[in-house]
């Protein structure tokens, strides 16, 4: 198997078992998954590093059949509130991409998957959401 | 700052649709041409101009439109502002005046969309050699629309109404494709409107789906147009015509606001709360009641965005958006009339324009000269758009009281 890296940073694959991490102010406790200058809830700089929940519910979710060419449809986004805290916006898989099958404030839980792999051989590794129980 | 009123002297849009044998600076000109005319002043008389075209925001469109229209000397702002872009344009006229550094002003907002396809889909092309290194903020190794969720257009607004359904009761599929269904029957009694078909909810229902739960009868189309307002000062008013004076429609509030910080909005646009700010700021400095609105042209992009919008700007009871579109709250013959234009989902959604079209729409109908879609003794309207990343501007227009009608 060749190396594998996560598809962002904020999704870690190499301490135990795959999750997210957040940048939480110090200040206000606002979470950002993206590089920042500075809080945007309270202006102060301070930030700590913070481990997010695995399993969340699903806030809202769209089907997606028209998309991006190279990405087969259709396929679910859904924002996930995260237990514990933070909101996050991924796929839900391995669960039939139709309203039947995905209802808001489903339970989810993370999963990760390979979702390609370059001229070096190494894997980016993604995340998405699969439904639990 | 002038406490004066600023009113709209003129205003004009082009019909919306395909322009393939026209080009930016046509459409702009016959809007920009077509609002003076309307106002019954030259480019003589305009001291400032507020140009919005967000594709071509770097073009100096302003500075183009002067070259066929009079180029005068007098400072232009080209502004872009997402979907805010038109109501940008026009709030750089208002600012201007209400500085008390001109008496009237032009706002032109155009647009050429063209076959645009989807909107939201960020940068195309990768590297010709395929190598996974963090790039960005985010630290992201590809491209991650479809990976990661979507940031299509109909997706993210899909999800912003979905996140509306899972509050609130009462919201579904259904609800969301009435709102297409009234506007695809508004724009049947609208000439310049890109669409002017009635569709059945049904068909609507059963169209292509492009994003759950919005199909592409519910999504607004690429269009192409053009529109502008003449604005002027109170004083210059005074000074102008009967006819002039009698016309003219009051800017009773010009409001533009940005995302304020909230938790969700890290990964979702929250297109809710800058609205309701927005609002609420133009409803006080009107001293404008939701009740008191005659007619209302608001953003829908998207089906699932409009009846979100139900909400934010207090139409309905908090929490009833899909209870008022059930008992027809917001079609012509409602408790407040919403989009009888045919709105962005019929009418079209030239970006640039968008923001001074409906307000062209709400004029028109409190000048009573709306023709066959006449909204009857309209005194009161209010305009909205909200372009991602995130702008609101809404507008609170009033029929003129400076003369006396007959």
């Known amino acids: 198997m060749g190396k594998q890296v996560p598809i962002v940073d904020y999704l870690v694959i190499d301490d135990g078992t795959p999750h997210l ?46 998309g991006v060419p190279g990405i087969p449809v259709p396929y679910v986004s859904a924002l996930v509130d995260l237990d514990g805290g933070g909101s996050v916006k991924g796929n839900v898989v391995n669960c039939p991409a139709d309203p039947d099958h995905v209802s808001l404030g489903m339970r989810v839980r993370l999963t990760t998957y390979v979702a390609g792999t370059d001229d070096d051989g190494t894997e980016a590794v993604a995340f998405a959401f699969e439904p639990v129980g | 700052m002038s406490d004066d009123n600023v009113w709209i002297l003129g205003t004009y849009m082009t019909k919306f649709g395909r322009h393939v044998d026209r080009d930016l600076i046509d459409l702009a000109s016959e809007a920009a041409m077509g609002a003076m ?101 985010y630290g992201s190794v590809m491209q991650v629309e479809g990976l990661l969720g979507t940031g299509l257009m109909p997706g993210v607004f899909a999800q912003a109404g979905m996140e509306y359904a899972y509050e609130h009761g009462g919201v579904g599929f259904e609800q969301f494709a009435k709102v297409a269904e009234k506007n695809h029957a508004h724009s049947t009694l609208n000439p310049l409107a890109h669409y002017q078909k009635e569709f059945s909810l049904d068909e609507i229902m059963n169209a292509e789906m492009m994003s759950y739960p919005n199909t592409l009868l519910m999504c607004c189309p690429n269009t192409d147009g053009a529109a502008a307002a003449v604005l002027v000062s109170e004083e210059r008013l005074r000074a102008m015509s009967k006819e002039q004076q009698q016309r ?9 606001t940005t995302d304020p910080w909230t938790e969700r ?137 400076l003369a006396s009608r007959r």
């Open chain 2, 248 to 256: 003219a429609v009051k800017i009773s509030a010009s409001v533009l």
């Open chain 2, 37 to 137: 005319s309307d106002g019954d002043v030259t480019i003589h008389d305009i001291e400032v101009l507020g140009c919005g075209s967000l594709f071509n925001s770097q073009a100096g469109v302003g500075q183009q439109l002067q070259k066929q229209i009079g180029q005068t000397g007098i400072p232009v702002y080209n502004v872009a502002n997402a979907c805010a872009t038109g109501a940008t344009a026009l709030r750089t006229a208002y600012l201007t005046i209400k500085a008390g550094e001109a008496d009237m002003g032009l706002a032109v907002g155009v647009e050429q969309m063209g076959k645009g396809g989807l909107l939201g889909s960020g940068g195309k092309g990768d590297r010709a050699r395929k190598e996974y290194v963090p790039k960005g903020r």
């Open chain 1, 21 to 66: 991490v957040a940048w939480e102010s110090t200040e206000s406790g606002a979470l950002y998954f993206d590089r920042r200058n500075a809080d945007a809830k309270s202006g102060t700089t301070g930030f700590r590093r913070r481990e997010l929940g695995r399993d969340g519910v699903v806030r809202s979710f769209t089907i997606v059949q028209r």
């Open chain 2, 265 to 401: 909005a890290q990964v979702q646009p929250d297109v809710n709360t800058l609205t309701r700010n927005a609002a609420q700021k133009a409803y006080d400095i009107a001293g404008v009641d939701p009740n008191d609105l005659d007619l209302v042209e608001l953003h829908d992009c998207f089906a699932t965005a409009e009846l979100i919008h139900y909400d934010n700007l207090m139409l309905c009871e908090p929490g009833g958006a899909g209870e008022w579109i059930d008992k027809r709250g917001p079609w012509r013959d409602g408790e407040t009339p919403v989009n009888v234009s045919g709105g962005l989902i019929s009418k079209g959604h030239p970006i640039g324009a968008t923001g001074i079209a409906n307000i062209y729409e709400v004029a028109t109908h409190l000048r009573g000269e709306a023709g066959d879609r006449q909204i009857q003794n309209a005194k009161v309207g209010l305009t909205h758009v909200i372009g991602l990343g995130s702008a609101c501007g809404v507008h609170i227009l009033e029929r003129s009281s």
